[in-house]
């Protein structure tokens, strides 16, 4: 069974900055894609960054030189590495995996292409 586990969320100021986790059991970030979304309320899920294997790194030009996506195999955790957040940042992340990939190469990412999610973490950045 394939569960992905978020942690790292919260409420920060404006300026500050985030580092979350996702820690796959059953699942090897090795492969395919994987990526970050987020979701703010009212809104689409909106692809932030991706990491694809083989591939590159994409982000979405409203994060773009302020995060970070990354992952540690040996803990077979994927990271999103947030910095200089702002108030637009505030949203549900979600991380998602699709091995096989696909279309998860496609930019901009589109969520039904990923097949495996986490629950999500929240965060909230005031001004």
């Known amino acids: 069974e394939v569960d992905f586990v978020e942690s790292g969320g919260g409420s920060v100021e404006a300026g500050g900055s985030l580092r979350l986790s996702c820690t796959a059991s059953?699942?090897?970030?090795?492969?395919?894609?994987m990526a970050w979304f987020r979701q703010a309320p009212g809104k689409e899920r909106e692809g932030v960054a991706r990491?694809?294997?083989?591939?590159?790194?994409r982000y979405a030009d409203s994060v773009k030189g302020r995060f970070i996506i990354s992952k540690d195999n040996a803990k077979n955790t994927l990271y999103l590495q947030m910095d200089n957040l702002k108030p637009e940042d505030s949203a549900r992340y979600y991380c998602?995996?699709?091995?096989?990939?696909?279309?998860?190469?496609?930019?901009?990412?589109?969520?039904?292409?990923?097949?495996?999610w986490g629950q999500g973490t929240q965060v909230t950045v005031s001004s």
């Open positions: 059953g699942y090897t970030f090795s492969s395919g894609c």
């Open positions: 998602a995996a699709e091995p096989a990939g696909g279309r998860c190469y496609l930019w901009p990412l589109e969520a039904g292409t990923f097949q495996y």
């Open positions: 990491m694809a294997i083989p591939g590159t790194i």
